[in-house]
């Protein structure tokens, strides 16, 4: 008994000292990794052990650094990122930096670092190579095209931190897209020997259109106005064709630009935007996007003046270049305009270095601006040298060519500008970059020109409805900029119901490499008419032309034509007037016009004038022969200070031609002479107006003759439409007249005695004026500028074919 109280007295004594002894043993084991992806936190009840293990640490050398777990990695590799050497002691902070060095790697995907006695064990798990990278569900963006902006590879390093990043990437581009709402989830498959499949899942979704554009803070103009400046659009259903309704950060900040633009255009000098906001629906299917806008009141021209210290030049020269009246909306780019226009004026003049800058001075009580141009004398500096780079496929003398300026010219503060606008004019290059440096003097600019090049070859194919020629399609080939030569070059076809014809075109703009414009068309048309004619007609044929400019507003064109005309297929009951056409003949001609044309744009004018002389002379051989003159003239004045608003054009056109035989007149075809209605005479049929025959016993047809003598004249008023204005439409109120006298045949049978059964009458032979009004659209469509007219016949002659719809292609003259 006192054997069993010994024993259990003993082993009561010694449990205290056995459970100290085997926690100190679990504490020097935990103490042993030293630092761990992990990092273990110590119990309060054997701080005091670590603390003291911790003091030992401090005070121990590294005399060994030994590396467990890498496989592919090179242990050298592991060593060179370790911060910590032989022979530096165990510290801390040291070895904490060399973990994150590891780590930073990123081949690694778990580390820890123990101690050893005197050794360092640096124990990895390294991360898996990839296998394959593969996307699924993307079809807006091809897989080619996602790669160039992500960094995961096959055969690359995993790692979660460069999935995510390339995730994010992909996110980026389907948001440069308008795709907000994009969706990616990579997912990791685990194979054998450490390597991994990543695949991205990838849920497109719709487009991130724009819901609404909202203005706040604007009086002057309605949201709808402003609406027509910006280039972005609230999303409709008739935007299938344009982008404009997709949301893009970067065109938030231009139309903030263009809307401050319009506003000092017209006369908001202080107008400021104070904000714009793109906002993401909960839905992340539309944006809402505000701008916050401060107007300010609308000012008015005061005293304009000039200030001249340009030696040889007096204030009075300048004052007549100025174009601008007291009274008039203060209009900026007006101002910047005609200070451009009077600098270039001075340079061309003599003064190579002449510089003017207009100076406002505003007068917020009365709200006039006064306006100064100050003209002085610019630093004198020179072109020494001009570099052109990155033209791989533009030879340097289509560029040179170009250029305002060469070597030696003078340099000044416009040049850049002028420079960069030339090489973008001519269509060749994606990005164009002017940089200039100091030369081998003060006075010296080195000037280099960096391109990119472009593609410049185009295939259109399109199709559409013409009055004249019915449903038509089209196809081309054309290249802009042949052999780097600049050369245009291209091949056209088309064919409609009523028509078909096939071009081929070569231009060269320097012929000669001289400043003018030389080119050759060689064409096939044939046109049946059916729509106001009873004959069919051929043409085969080819044109030489050359043109040149005397300066920037007065232009000449020559052109030598031959061409092998055929008349057929006449019907049977067709006047004799056009059976006498039937068959070929030859046309020898050669032409001119000139032009003298002040438009600021030529396509669509809001101001200036354009007045052209023509001349035709046929008779170099073949059968045709005949002098025509033809005059056109066109005036453009804009409405801005009746309506408070740009897109409002008044138009005044008009012309008038003559064509007079010489040599044989039996050789007179109808095919050369003026026909007038449809395109010049809107609410008319094509050639529905003038000469026609009467209908007699077995020749009922009512043929339209043409004549030799015909004006028109017409005034437009164009207007935007601002219920459709982003759609490309816009409107016109017209009225139209004109006439067409002169009958011009190979044979008459007018004369009812000398004639016989072949008499045929002549009516609608008169100048008398006929008058047509209406209205008309627009459309600049994907496939070109279709027009539709609605012209109602106000004053006509009895037997003139009217029509009430017209449609047609192109732009009118």
């Known amino acids: 008994m006192s054997g069993k109280r010994s024993a259990l007295f003993a082993s009561v004594c010694l449990f205290p000292f056995i459970c100290s002894n085997s926690l100190y043993a679990q504490t020097v084991n935990k103490s042993s990794t030293l630092i761990h992806s992990k990092k273990a936190q110590p119990s309060r009840r054997h701080i005091k052990k670590n603390i003291d293990k911790n003091q030992k640490n401090k005070t121990g050398i590294i005399q060994t650094i030994q ?30 930096r060399s973990l994150k060095t590891l780590y930073a790697t990123g081949l690694f995907q778990d580390i820890s670092l123990q101690r050893s006695g005197s050794t360092l064990k640096v124990i990895v798990v390294e991360n898996p190579i990839i296998n394959r990278v593969q996307y699924e569900g993307n079809k807006k963006l091809k897989d080619d095209e996602i790669k160039k902006y992500t960094s995961l590879r096959a055969r690359s390093v995993y790692s979660p931190a460069l999935v995510s990043a390339d995730r994010d990437h992909i996110l980026g581009m389907y948001a440069a897209k308008g795709r907000y709402s994009v969706t990616v989830i990579p997912q990791i498959i685990h194979l054998s020997r450490n390597r991994v499949d990543v695949i991205y899942k990838i849920n497109e979704g719709p487009k991130t259109l724009i819901e609404k554009l909202t203005f706040v803070g604007n009086h002057a103009f309605s949201e709808a106005r402003l609406s027509q400046v910006t280039s972005s659009k609230e999303t409709a259903w008739y935007r299938f064709f344009s982008s404009a309704d997709e949301y893009n950060p970067e065109r938030i900040k231009y139309d903030a630009e263009l809307i401050r633009m319009f506003y000092l255009r017209n006369g908001y000098v202080d107008f400021k935007i104070i904000n714009s906001t793109g906002e993401l629906s909960p839905d992340h299917r539309s944006f809402y996007i505000t701008y916050t806008m401060q107007e300010g009141p609308q000012y008015r021209l005061g005293k304009v003046d000039v200030r001249s210290n340009l ?14 009246r007291k009274g008039q909306i203060y209009d900026g780019k007006e101002i910047d305009d005609v200070a451009k226009n009077i600098q270039e004026t001075l340079q061309s003049k003599g003064h190579s270095f002449a510089v003017v800058r207009p100076e406002i001075a505003r007068n917020p009580e009365k709200k006039i601006v006064d306006l100064l141009f100050d003209v002085m004398d610019g630093p004198r500096v020179y072109v020494e040298r001009i570099d052109i780079n990155g033209n791989t496929v533009t030879e340097d003398d289509v560029i040179r060519r170009e250029l305002p300026i060469a070597e030696n010219d003078p340099y000044t503060d416009t040049t850049e500008k002028y420079i960069k606008q030339a090489a973008d004019d001519l269509g060749y290059f994606k990005t164009v970059n002017i940089n200039q440096v100091k030369g081998s003097a003060p006075d010296k600019r080195v000037v280099a020109l960096n391109l990119e090049e472009k593609p410049t070859g185009e ?41 078909k014809q096939v071009d081929l075109s070569i231009t060269n703009p320097y012929f000669l490499n001289k400043n003018m414009v030389a080119g050759i068309d060689i064409f096939y048309l044939s046109n049946d008419y059916e729509t106001y004619q009873n004959y069919a007609e051929d043409r085969l044929g080819a044109s030489f032309r050359i043109g040149y400019a005397f300066n920037n507003v007065l232009s000449q064109q020559w052109t030598y034509s031959i061409m092998d005309r055929r008349v057929h297929d006449i019907w049977d009951k067709s006047s004799y007037y056009v059976l006498d056409q039937e068959g070929y003949s030859f046309l020898s001609q050669i032409g001119t016009t000139i032009a003298y044309d002040t438009r600021d744009n030529r396509m669509d004018p809001h101001t200036g004038s354009m007045v052209k002389l023509g001349g035709d002379f046929a008779g170099l051989g073949g059968k045709a022969k005949y002098v025509r003159g033809k005059v056109d003239l066109a005036q453009y004045v804009p409405l801005d200070d009746i309506t408070n608003n740009r897109d409002w054009t008044f138009s005044l056109r008009g012309g008038a031609g003559y064509i007079a035989d010489w040599g044989d007149k039996n050789d007179s075809s109808i095919i050369d002479n003026f026909y007038l209605g449809g395109s010049n005479l809107r609410g008319f049929y094509d050639g529905g107006v003038g000469p026609r025959s009467y209908p007699i016993q077995g020749h009922d047809q009512e043929d339209f003759l043409g004549g030799r003598f015909m004006y028109t004249a017409s005034a437009q008023i ?35 005695a000398q004639d016989g059964n072949k008499y045929t009458a002549i009516y609608g032979d008169t100048l008398t004026p006929r008058v047509s009004t209406g209205v008309g659209v627009s459309w600049k469509s994907p496939f070109g500028l279709l027009n539709v007219d609605f012209g109602y016949p106000i004053a006509k002659q009895s037997h003139d074919r009217t029509q009430l719809v017209r449609f047609g292609f192109g732009q009118q003259f």
Do not use: H
Not at 311 to 324: A, F, L, N, P, T
Not at 471 to 488: P, V, Y
């Open 459 to 499: 295939f259109s194919l399109g199709g559409g409805y013409s009055t004249d020629s019915g449903i038509l399609g089209n196809i081309g080939l054309r290249q802009r900029n042949f052999l780097g030569t600049g050369i245009d070059a291209g091949i056209n076809g088309t064919a409609a119901y009523w028509a």
């Open 311 to 324: 030696e040889g030049v007096s204030s009075d020269y300048v004052r007549k270049m100025i174009v601008m």
């Open 718 to 752: 164009s207007f935007p439409m601002p219920a459709a204005r982003d759609m490309g439409l816009s409107g016109r109120y017209f009225v139209d007249t004109g006439a067409l006298s002169g009958l011009r045949v190979k044979r008459r049978f007018t004369n009812s």
């Open 67 to 96: 590396v467990i777990g890498n496989d592919r990695v090179e242990t050298s590799t592991v060593l060179s990122y370790m911060l910590a050497q032989p022979g530096d002691p165990f510290n801390k902070d040291l070895l904490d």
